[in-house]
C-alpha cells in the first residue's frame, strides 16, 4: 500500500472542453470551464487549482484566468468517456470500473401513459406537466397549480431522469420519498430503463419564492456488476461517502455515507474525513456546480462557487499526511455558456496530488475514466474488472 487514504472528490460537471465525440451529443465547441473563465475576463482567481496544475492540463486553449505552472505541485492531466450517456451515474460508475454501454431509457416527449397511470394510482393524486423541463422553471410555472391541487410534477431532461417535484406544504417529504421509491421500483427494466428518478422537494407560497431544498435524493439503477467501491469494501476498506455518492451508487459498496447541503457542507465533511483515522476511500460529490449553475446557465455563480471551492480545497490541503492521496476530477460538463441547460460532453480534468510528491507531472489523456478506479485498487492491492489502467507508478517519487 503507496497511500493509507484516498481522497477524491467529483466536482460535479466541471468539464474541461468537447470530447473526441461532443458532435454525437450535438455538444461540439462546450467548453466548461473555458467558458467561465471568459464570462469572469481572466479574473477567475483559482490559487489552489492553479498551483496542482488545472493551468498545465491543455495548452492549446489556456481557461483564461487559470496559469500553467513551471513547477505544478500535482499531477494533472484529463479523462475522456466512455459510457454511452453523459449523465452523473454515466460518469460515476465509470470511474468506478463500469462503463455505462447499454443506453438508459429516454423520455424526450414524456413517460409513457402507463407509467404515469401507475403513479397516480398509487399516490392518489394526479400527474401533471410530463415533458421536459428546467426543475427551477417547471416549479414557477406550475407551482401555485400543485398547491391548489396536490398534483405531482413529474418532468424529466436531456438525461435519463424522471423527476418528481414536490411543494412539501402539500406534498411531506417522507411521502415524497415513498412515491419515487415505488417509481423506481417500477423502471429498472425495460422499457423504461431509467437512470434515476430524482426527488425535488421545495418550499414557498407563490411563483415568486419556490426555493428547492436540499432534501432532494436520486434512487438511481443498482449498478449492473460489482464497482472498484464494492471490491474495496469487500477487500476490508473503509469507502466513506460524502454527498450523493451512497445514492448513485444505490449504497452498494459504501461503509458510510452522509448527504450534505451543499459544496461548502460537501468540503466540511471531507475535511472532516482527514481527522478520522479510516484505510481506503472518501469519495465526495458535489453538486452544486451543476444544479444550482450549470444547468441554470450562470456562469458568474459557477465562477464564484469554483472560487469557493477553492478556498475550502486551501484549507483541505493542509489538512493531509504524507500517505494521503488527493484526486480531483468531475463525471461530465455542463456548460453555462452553451446552448440549452443540458449536460455537455466533456473531458473533464484530473488532478492528483500527495504531500509526499510535490513533483508534479503530466498524466496526460486518459481513455477512460476507469482509470481513478483502477488506481485506487492498484494502492491497495485489490484487483479489478480491467476496465481501467492504473497511473499510480507516476504518482510514487521513486526512492
Ligand atoms: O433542471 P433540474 O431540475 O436542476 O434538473 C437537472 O438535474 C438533473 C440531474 O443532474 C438533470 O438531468 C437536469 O434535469
Ligand atoms: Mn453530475
Ligand atoms: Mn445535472
Given at each position: ?10 466536482i460535479?460537471?466541471v ?5 473526441q465525440?461532443?458532435?454525437t ?7 466548461t ?5 471568459q ?7 483559482l490559487p ?10 491543455r ?6 484566468g ?5 513547477e505544478?505541485?500535482?499531477?494533472y492531466g484529463?479523462m475522456?468517456?466512455?459510457s ?10 465509470e ?5 455505462v454501454?447499454?443506453?438508459l ?16 394510482d398509487?399516490s392518489?393524486?394526479s400527474?401533471i406537466v410530463?415533458?421536459?423541463?428546467s426543475?427551477?422553471e417547471?416549479i414557477?410555472d406550475?407551482?401555485e397549480?400543485q398547491?391548489?391541487?396536490?398534483a405531482?410534477?413529474v418532468?424529466?431532461?436531456?438525461d ?11 406534498i411531506?417529504l417522507a411521502?415524497?420519498?415513498r412515491?419515487?421509491e ?14 434515476r428518478i430524482?426527488a425535488?422537494p421545495?418550499e414557498?407560497?407563490?411563483?415568486t419564492?419556490f426555493k428547492r431544498t436540499?432534501d ?5 439503477l443498482?449498478?449492473t456488476?460489482?464497482?472498484?467501491l ?5 477487500a476490508?476498506?473503509?469507502v466513506?461517502?460524502v454527498g450523493?455518492?451512497n445514492?448513485i451508487?444505490?449504497g452498494?459498496g ?6 450534505t447541503?451543499?459544496?461548502t ?5 471531507t475535511?472532516?474525513?482527514t481527522e478520522?483515522?479510516?484505510?481506503g476511500l472518501s469519495?465526495t460529490?458535489l453538486?452544486?456546480?451543476?444544479a444550482?449553475?450549470g444547468?441554470?446557465?450562470d ?7 469554483l ?8 484549507n483541505?490541503?493542509?489538512q493531509?499526511?504524507?500517505?494521503d492521496?488527493?484526486?480531483?476530477t ?6 453555462p455558456?452553451?446552448?440549452?441547460t ?5 473531458y ?8 509526499s510528491?510535490?513533483?508534479?507531472q503530466?498524466?496526460?489523456t486518459?481513455s477512460t475514466?476507469?482509470?481513478l478506479?483502477a ?7 485489490v484487483?479489478?474488472n480491467?476496465?481501467?489502467q492504473?497511473?499510480l507508478?507516476t504518482?510514487?517519487?521513486e526512492?
Amino acid at each position: 500500500m503507496q497511500f493509507k487514504r484516498v481522497f477524491t472528490i467529483v466536482i460535479d460537471s466541471v468539464g474541461i472542453g468537447a470530447a473526441q465525440d461532443a458532435a454525437t451529443f450535438d455538444d461540439e465547441g462546450a467548453d466548461t470551464l473555458g467558458h467561465i473563465g471568459q464570462a469572469w475576463q481572466g479574473k477567475l482567481h483559482l490559487p489552489n487549482l492553479q498551483r496542482l496544475g488545472l493551468g498545465n492540463i491543455r495548452s492549446m486553449q489556456p481557461i483564461p484566468g487559470v496559469v500553467a505552472q513551471a513547477e505544478p505541485s500535482g499531477f494533472y492531466g484529463k479523462m475522456q468517456e466512455q459510457s454511452v450517456g453523459k449523465d452523473s451515474m454515466d460518469g460515476h460508475w465509470e470511474m468506478m470500473g463500469v462503463p455505462v454501454k447499454e443506453p438508459l431509457g429516454f423520455f424526450p416527449n414524456g413517460f409513457p401513459q402507463a407509467l404515469i397511470d401507475q403513479i397516480e394510482d398509487f399516490s392518489g393524486r394526479s400527474v401533471i406537466v410530463n415533458k421536459p423541463y428546467s426543475g427551477t422553471e417547471v416549479i414557477r410555472d406550475y407551482g401555485e397549480e400543485q398547491l391548489k391541487t396536490g398534483a405531482l410534477i413529474v418532468y424529466t431532461s436531456g438525461d435519463s431522469v424522471l423527476q418528481i417535484a414536490a411543494n412539501t406544504a402539500v406534498i411531506p417529504l417522507a411521502e415524497l420519498y415513498r412515491i419515487c421509491e415505488y417509481v423506481r421500483s417500477l423502471t429498472i427494466d425495460q422499457p423504461y430503463r431509467i437512470g434515476r428518478i430524482i426527488a425535488r422537494p421545495y418550499e414557498g407560497k407563490q411563483a415568486t419564492d419556490f426555493k428547492r431544498t436540499s432534501d432532494r435524493r436520486d434512487y438511481a439503477l443498482p449498478p449492473t456488476s460489482a464497482t472498484d467501491l464494492d471490491r474495496l469494501k469487500q477487500a476490508g476498506y473503509d469507502v466513506l461517502a460524502v454527498g450523493k455518492i451512497n445514492d448513485i451508487f444505490s449504497g452498494q459498496g459504501i461503509t458510510s455515507g452522509v448527504h450534505t447541503t451543499s459544496n461548502t457542507n460537501g468540503m466540511e465533511e471531507t475535511i472532516a474525513n482527514t481527522e478520522r483515522d479510516f484505510t481506503g476511500l472518501s469519495f465526495t460529490n458535489l453538486v452544486d456546480f451543476d444544479a444550482m449553475y450549470g444547468h441554470r446557465r450562470d456562469p458568474k455563480g459557477y465562477g464564484e462557487a469554483l472560487m469557493a471551492f477553492d478556498r475550502d480545497l486551501g484549507n483541505l490541503l493542509g489538512q493531509l499526511k504524507g500517505d494521503d492521496l488527493l484526486m480531483i476530477t468531475a463525471d461530465h460538463g455542463n456548460d453555462p455558456g452553451f446552448k440549452g441547460t443540458d449536460h455537455t460532453r466533456e473531458y473533464v480534468p484530473l488532478l492528483a496530488y500527495t504531500p509526499s510528491n510535490e513533483e508534479g507531472q503530466s498524466l496526460g489523456t486518459r481513455s477512460t475514466y476507469a482509470d481513478l478506479g483502477a488506481t485506487i485498487l492498484d494502492n491497495f492491492g485489490v484487483t479489478g474488472n480491467g476496465a481501467g489502467q492504473s497511473f499510480l507508478a507516476t504518482l510514487v517519487k521513486e526512492k
